[in-house]
């Protein structure tokens, strides 16, 4: 069996690295940015018109 020894004077590395926060921070600030004015005067959208009208019809069945 193995005993565990602690080694109390080591010191602990509690460095968190930030620099993966910042890049999505950034990220989230240029979306914002971006997407801001649109909200404000609203955007329209043109949506597309059928050439074809659909003709489906509903399967009918036969009651016994």
Same mark, same amino acid.
């Given at each position: ?10 010191? /602990? ?8 926060? /910042?890049?999505?921070?950034? /990220? ?7 997407? &801001? ?8 959208? &043109? ?12 399967? &009918?069945?036969?009651?016994?």
């Amino acid at each position: 069996m193995a005993i565990a020894v602690r080694n109390e004077g080591a010191k /602990v590395n509690s460095n968190i690295n930030v620099t993966p926060m /910042v890049d999505v921070m950034l /990220v989230l600030l240029i979306i914002f940015m971006v997407i &801001t004015p649109m909200l404000q005067k609203g955007f329209q959208w &043109t949506w597309p018109r059928p050439t074809i009208p659909c003709r489906c019809r509903m399967p &009918t069945r036969k009651m016994p």
